[in-house]
């Protein structure tokens, strides 16, 4: 069945099959992913006043990092996607809804949104589930102080946020062959309780870096949590929903025994198929140890007390 | 094939070879490996041994369906840069991504299903790629070598595991090489059973202990005369 001397089998070939099968071959080969190159248009600057609480300890990850490497499956599941074709999406107009368990729904423009307190600049560290690590300068203001204009009622326990779905702008959402789109459950939900949402830490977030929040990174208006992982912060978000059940987000549904509610960063609790003791800081080399809540165990820890995170991860 | 032609053939297949590992090191050259180059480089050699191993494995399905025997000869280099890529690919591992931290390593491939698999993979290219040599060919005996690398089937299988264990869910691409992979061995099995079949149906009274040499076993398709054109 196997012969290796090529004098022996040499039926006279069609030239043409030959060379479409090389050339098919190194298209092949060829194929495959392409690096983030194209940079994305600058965005207009943001001022903002440094928060001296959270001046961050390190230096930020390049910008051209923070802005070209990036989930949001919206785009595609390639990390370059979300830089390439971020373009698409419209950051305005743009309006956010506050509604739900609450006395007073909202419908802010985008522009109230930015307008609802003063904007300060934090610097949190950014940690993926898939064990990489960013430091980003953000800026925003606490959620709460949008939350508390809404004005939630004592029934609600959990906040529940909604990304845009436009398949227009978001070229994934588009509905693949056969159904196999390959993507998440559209649109894109995560959710928080209500006591962490409300958490000083969590911020609202309209820019980043000196400058109004880029598509890639989920313009016009997204959640930060810096204690848990990427996936739990919402990008641009279109509503914001006080419940009183704990909401269905994205990647639970995608993979329930994967992605809990809670998804706190802790390096004690193993992603089921990898580990999460360590992680790469981008640009960096070697991996580094994960720490507990990302480092913001001081601030957040008593949120769990008593609640066994191996359990609820 | 005129040797011209075969010259012209071994030169195109070894540069689209080496284009993944060209496109890799012009990528470092230009710091466009994104912002994550061992995690794109680990996944770039990865995905390119994946689909070498498929290339070298559609040449046989290419002769039993279409009775084409040029690209044969070019199972062994086909199969054994997707080794080179494999080899290059754990090293980043190692090195790169790990920096020798054998520990940690060691505790990944025995608690990480999609670690183990892989090392699963490599480990059974490794004799193939030994045994690749005309010399080990003739040492081992072609019956005794051909069923030796059979264990490329069972590479490429823990291969596609590998990918679809490591991968997020609501990824395509690992299926993809799966399903071609299923068509490849697919096409091999019928193969397989329509000479048995045939065999069967010719050796009814056998004579010989060997049925292959029964006058009445349809030659196999490489052995099949050319037909002039």
């Given at each position: ?6 004098s ?14 090389m050339?098919?071959?190194a298209?092949l080969?060829?194929a ?12 207009a ?14 230096p ?9 490497y990036?989930?949001?499956y ?7 996607d979300?830089s ?30 930015l ?22 300068p ?12 809404a004005e939630?009622?004592?029934?609600a326990k ?6 845009l ?23 894109y ?7 962490e949402?409300?958490?000083p ?7 980043m ?9 989920g313009?016009p ?6 204690w ?29 025994q994967?992605?809990g509610?809670?998804?706190?960063v ?31 165990a ?15 991860y | ?6 010259v012209?053939l071994?030169?195109?297949?070894w ?5 993944p ?18 995690s ?7 995905q ?8 070298s494995?559609?040449?046989t399905?290419?002769r ?14 086909l ?6 890529y ?21 505790a990944?491939?025995?608690k ?23 010399g080990?060919?003739?040492?081992l ?7 030796l690398?059979r ?11 590998h ?27 019928w ?5 048995f079949a ?5 050796g009814?009274?056998?004579?010989s ?14 052995a ?6």
């Amino acid at each position: 069945m196997m012969r290796l001397k090529d004098s022996d089998v040499t039926p006279e070939p069609v030239y043409l099959n030959r060379r479409a099968f090389m050339v098919g071959a190194a298209a092949l080969l060829v194929a495959g992913g392409e690096s983030a190159a194209a940079a994305p248009p600058e965005p207009a600057p943001l001022k903002a006043t440094p928060n001296p609480k959270f001046r961050g300890e390190e230096p930020p990850t390049k910008y051209e990092s923070a802005t070209t490497y990036n989930n949001f499956y919206e785009f595609g599941t390639d990390k370059g996607d979300p830089s390439r074709l971020g373009h698409t999406l419209r950051p305005r107009p743009w309006s956010v809804v506050v509604d739900g368990l609450v006395a007073k729904p909202q419908r802010l423009d985008i522009d109230e949104v930015l307008k609802a307190a003063p904007l300060e600049e934090r610097v949190y560290a950014l940690r993926c589930v898939e064990a990489w690590s960013m430091i980003i300068p953000w800026i925003g203001y606490p959620l709460s102080v949008l939350l508390k204009r809404a004005e939630p009622t004592s029934k609600a326990k959990y906040v529940e946020f909604t990304t845009l779905k436009d398949p227009e702008q978001f070229p994934a959402q588009k509905p693949g062959l056969f159904g196999l789109g390959g993507g998440l459950d559209w649109p894109y939900t995560e959710g928080l309780r209500l006591d962490e949402a409300m958490h000083p830490l969590t911020l609202l977030t309209v820019g980043m870096y000196g400058k109004v929040l880029p598509n890639p990174n989920g313009a016009p208006v997204r959640v930060v949590i810096p204690w848990k992982y990427g996936f739990k912060s919402a990008k641009s978000i279109v509503r914001i929903r006080l419940t009183e059940e704990e909401p269905k987000t994205a990647w639970n549904k995608a993979a329930p025994q994967e992605y809990g509610f809670y998804s706190n960063v802790n390096p004690t609790v193993d992603h089921p198929r990898w580990s999460q003791a360590t992680e790469r800081r981008i640009g960096e080399f070697r991996r580094r140890k994960t720490l507990m809540f990302n480092g913001y165990a001081e601030q957040v820890a008593s949120l769990y007390t008593g609640m066994d995170l191996k359990k609820l991860y | 094939m005129s040797r011209r032609v075969r010259v012209a053939l071994k030169v195109g297949v070894w540069a689209a070879c080496l284009v993944p590992l060209a496109k890799l090191l012009y990528g470092f050259w230009t710091d466009a490996l994104t912002a994550n180059p061992i995690s794109y480089v680990t996944n770039e050699l990865g995905q390119t041994t994946l689909r070498l191993l498929l290339i070298s494995l559609s040449l046989t399905p290419l002769r039993i369906l279409f009775g084409w025997g040029w690209q044969m000869p070019f199972r062994r280099l086909l199969g054994l840069f997707a080794f080179f890529y494999v080899c290059l690919h754990l090293s980043v591992w190692v090195v790169l991504d790990h920096f020798f931290d054998w520990r940690e390593m060691g505790a990944d491939i025995v608690k990480r299903p999609y670690i183990t698999v892989g090392m699963l993979a490599f480990s059974l290219l490794l004799p193939l790629a030994a045994t690749s040599t005309t010399g080990m060919i003739k040492r081992l005996g072609a019956a005794r070598w051909r069923q030796l690398h059979r264990l490329v089937y069972f590479a490429a299988v823990a291969g596609c595991l590998h990918f679809i264990w490591l991968a997020k869910k609501v990824r395509v691409d690992p299926w993809v090489y799966t399903a071609i992979l299923a068509v490849l061995l697919a096409v091999r099995a019928w193969d397989a059973a329509r000479r048995f079949a045939r065999r069967r149906a010719g050796g009814r009274a056998p004579s010989s202990s060997s049925s292959s040499s029964s006058p009445a076993a349809p030659p196999r398709a490489h052995a099949r005369p050319v037909p002039p054109r």
